[in-house]
């Protein structure tokens, strides 16, 4: 988090703010860190590696959110 706050500050002066909007940090952040993950599934489990975990990062505050699960292989 202190990496990210220091790539995409939180603070007033970005022109995306002159949309009326105040979350260009939040933009920035996502583009970071991504916005879609594959995820290997095996015999119905999931299969990561000892060190490897699902990160979720809310920088938007509590707007709605949707979740989109694509299937894909047999």
Do not use: C
Not at 18 to 23: I, L
Not at 27 to 56: A, C, F, S
Not at 59 to 69: A, C, L, P, S
């Amino acid at each position: 988090m202190t990496w990210l706050e220091e790539l995409a500050p939180a603070k007033p002066g970005y022109k995306h703010h002159a949309t009326g909007e105040d979350n260009a940090d939040a933009h920035l952040k996502r583009m970071l860190l991504g916005h879609q993950v594959t995820l290997p599934i095996t015999n119905g489990e999931l299969d990561l590696g000892p060190w490897e975990r699902v990160h979720y990062g809310e920088f938007d505050g509590m707007r709605r959110k949707r979740i989109v699960v694509k299937v894909m292989g047999s």
